[in-house]
């Protein structure tokens, strides 16, 4: 596609269910990455595909958090057992590369609401 | 390990006028920077990518330099309109690893 993709825009939850979000990279990007913001804080790192290798999970905050990447394309971002904590926009980049010279694009993120 | 840290956090100006802001990196050993703007609920949007060989990049009435020796990278806003109002991020590849990391932004207010 033309750009990076997520769905739902809007989620809201409620405590203890989990949840999916969705991104659709750029087509031929390599690189995928997942972040999180939340309200009035900066871009915190969760994890990056890249290619067929595994993924680096060094970001994700707990084992309730969990992702894949099916088919070097579209993402999916598990959080199971969500918590009030979990709140916050969640944002997807792809890139051509895992470094050395490419810039990210980033979609417009899922806004989660846990209540 | 890598920081980023931007300065000021916040700035308000009248419209019209020629602005800096600041971004700097504690490790210099950087593959690019990237700038990126971000609209109140919105996603990120890419402004300027610099590699490490470069010194600058110019898109419209934005420039973006890089000086890696010393850790720093500027985006100068020209004539600014109340449009360019929007937090500024700026970002830098962890080491070989390629994941971000993001300064905490400028909040930029262009008042009318």
């Known amino acids: 596609g033309a750009g990076v993709s997520q769905s739902p825009s809007n989620k809201v939850t409620e405590k203890g269910k989990d949840v999916e979000l969705r991104c659709d990279p750029i087509?031929?990007?390599?690189?995928l990455y997942w972040y999180r913001q939340s309200l009035g804080q900066g871009l915190e790192f969760l994890i990056y595909?890249?290619?067929?290798?595994?993924?680096?999970k060094s970001g994700l905050p707990s084992d309730r958090f969990s992702a894949e990447r099916t088919g070097g394309s579209v993402s999916t971002l598990t959080i199971q057992r969500t918590q009030q904590e979990d709140s916050a926009v969640y944002l997807c980049?792809?890139?051509?590369?895992?470094?050395?010279?490419?810039?990210?694009?980033f979609g417009s993120g899922t806004r989660l609401t846990v209540v | 390990k890598q920081e980023v840290t931007q300065i000021p956090a916040a700035l308000s100006v009248p419209e019209g006028e020629n602005l800096v802001l600041n971004c700097s990196f504690t490790?210099?050993?950087?593959?690019?920077l990237q700038w990126f703007r971000q609209d109140p609920g919105k996603g990120l949007t890419s402004l300027l990518l610099?590699?490490?060989?470069?010194r600058e990049q110019t898109s419209g009435r934005l420039n973006a330099s890089l000086d890696k020796s010393s850790g720093r990278s500027t985006l100068y806003i020209a004539a600014s309109q109340p449009g360019d109002s929007a937090t500024y991020l700026c970002?830098?590849?962890?080491?070989?690893?390629?994941?971000?990391?993001f300064g905490k932004g400028t909040k930029l207010s262009v008042k009318p």
């Open positions: 980049a792809s890139s051509l590369a895992l470094q050395g010279g490419y810039g990210y694009t």
């Open positions: 087509s031929g990007h390599t690189a």
């Open positions: 595909f890249q290619g067929n290798s595994a993924p680096d």
């Open positions: 490790d210099s050993a950087i593959y690019n």
């Open positions: 610099i590699q490490s060989s470069q």
């Open positions: 970002a830098v590849p962890k080491g070989s690893q390629g994941n971000l990391i």
